[in-house]
């Protein structure tokens, strides 16, 4: 006989009994549940695209699509889904945009080789008209930033030019000639970028520091290396209240345009990055003392070892 595990005379031994647990269960995260101040905070994280498709998906998100505090800052890059319609892209911007919206950002496929965007459809083609559309709908416009466009042919009557109230320019990977900027009536331009816009020469910074010598604080020129020292020299003599520089990537510039910044004696942050050659043989401490009066200096890609900063300026290498 098999005695099995038990033994002679013992009893089978039953299962054990399962333990009963109590199981909490979470209640379901709903946005119905939230209140409009935080739907609003929600929304606002949202790209233009995204904030479209959110819309359709309850009355009440739709209402809330409506609410100006989204519409102040609008990136229209994000429109992918309009391809190179630009009828609709104004059919949007007539719609949404309105005395709210302060800063508009906007992305061309006039200089990208593939033109493509998300889900490889082409994206949206920035024309003066539709720019005109834009200023049109936005009388409180003061931001504008353009990005990938060819701006040669655009007419100097385009009417973002002729905005009185725009106060912060930023073109970024633009082919423009600045010398469009003797017709623009921009009294009060505060920032200017013109970040890798890599026609900028020394006469357009003439240009400008003509129309705002008394008004610009920030100037990017970023990747502009088509800029001398010639250039340089113009900027810091007819820029006095310049509070942000960067020179980041101009490769044109010598060690004689770090004695032109040195009587930016108002400037707070200056980038250098990339700029090797300029501050080759330098002493880092040599450095240091030169702009002791800074609260932050880019120096990254330098071929610079680390400098005893004053404890209030905040270096990057």
Known sequence: TNRGRRGWGQQPVPPAKKRKTLEVVAPQACLALLPDNVLIHIMASLDVVSLVRLSRTSRRLHQLFSDESLWRDVDLGFMAEYGGDVRKLKTFVRRWL?????????????????????????????????????????????????????????????????????????????????????????SSLTHLSLSHTVKTSDADLAIIVDKWSSSLRSLVLTGCYRLTDVGMQTVCSRLPMLTKLDVAGCKGLTKASLQHITKLRRLKRLSLAGLSDMLSGMEPQAIADMFSYLSFIDLSGCAVGPARFCPQVVIRT
């Open 98 to 186: 309105g005395p709210a919206t302060e800063t508009v950002r906007m992305t061309s496929n006039a200089l990208s080789g593939h033109g493509k965007g998300k889900a490889g459809r082409p994206l949206p083609l920035v024309t003066a008209s539709l720019l005109d559309e834009v200023v049109e709908r936005c009388p409180h416009l003061t931001a504008v930033e353009l990005r990938d466009c060819d701006l040669t042919q655009f007419p100097s009557s385009c009417k973002v030019f002729q905005c009185a109230t725009v106060a912060r320019l930023a073109l970024c990977h633009c082919v423009t000639e600045l010398r469009w900027m003797n017709g623009v009536t921009w």
